[in-house]
């Protein structure tokens, strides 16, 4: 039987907090706008849904300023970023990858929200290249019911139901900025 560790995307590998501030910016720059009402006006692109799960939609806000979704846009938009030289992976997370793989799990990121920027997010974080993602917009629970095997879901959020087999794992980088994953890794 295969072991699967599931790790979210925002606030468990990747410094979400950091990359909105950036992509705000360029935002921004594509909009003709300035920062601030960026930022003030990306709360109604905020969407709930009946499951509670919110996401935010960065291309429904840029469309509302005329920017249009299409492959140059996401393109231009990948190149500003990764012009930024930053890593939004946190550092712990790549060595916790090579751990789960040490230790014969199948590790893969699980990501709720828009797919297209879910997947922009991971495009530009080479630590993340060649691990298996899935965007859903569902509950996480519903993935890995699908998956029919055993495992661990790491996530900054508490994951009360998960399917027989899964059991959960929080994750919370307010109290371990720097090793919220690889302080996990004896439990494993």
């Known amino acids: 039987?295969?072991?699967?560790?599931?790790?979210?995307?925002?606030?468990?590998?990747?410094?979400?907090?950091?990359?909105?501030?950036?992509?705000?910016?360029?935002?921004?720059?594509?909009?003709?706008?300035?920062?601030?009402?960026?930022?003030?006006?990306?709360?109604?692109?905020?969407?709930?849904?009946?499951?509670?799960?919110?996401?935010?939609?960065?291309?429904?806000?840029?469309?509302?300023?005329?920017?249009?979704?299409?492959?140059?846009?996401?393109?231009?938009?990948?190149?500003?970023?990764?012009?930024?030289?930053?890593?939004?992976?946190?550092?712990?997370?790549?060595?916790?990858?090579?751990?789960?793989?040490?230790?014969?799990?199948?590790p893969f990121v699980l990501t709720y929200g828009e797919s297209v920027y879910q997947s922009l997010k991971v495009a530009i974080c080479p630590e993340l290249n060649g691990v298996p993602v899935a965007v859903v917009q569902q509950p996480k629970r519903i993935h890995l019911a699908s998956i029919g095997e055993s495992g661990v879901l790491f996530d900054d959020v508490v994951q009360d139901i998960l399917p027989k087999g899964w059991r959960s794992e929080l994750i919370d980088r307010q109290m371990h900025p720097t090793n919220a994953l690889l302080r996990l890794s004896a439990q494993l």
């Open 1 to 106: 039987m295969k072991k699967y560790a599931a790790l979210d995307l925002d606030r468990t590998v990747f410094k979400t907090k950091e990359f909105t501030n950036d992509i705000s910016l360029v935002g921004a720059d594509l909009a003709g706008i300035d920062v601030s009402r960026f930022v003030q006006d990306s709360q109604q692109f905020r969407q709930i849904s009946k499951e509670r799960l919110s996401h935010y939609d960065f291309f429904a806000q840029l469309e509302s300023y005329g920017v249009s979704k299409n492959k140059k846009t996401i393109e231009r938009i990948t190149a500003m970023i990764i012009a930024t030289k930053k890593s939004y992976v946190y550092d712990d997370a790549s060595e916790f990858l090579s751990l789960l793989i040490h230790k014969q799990y199948n």
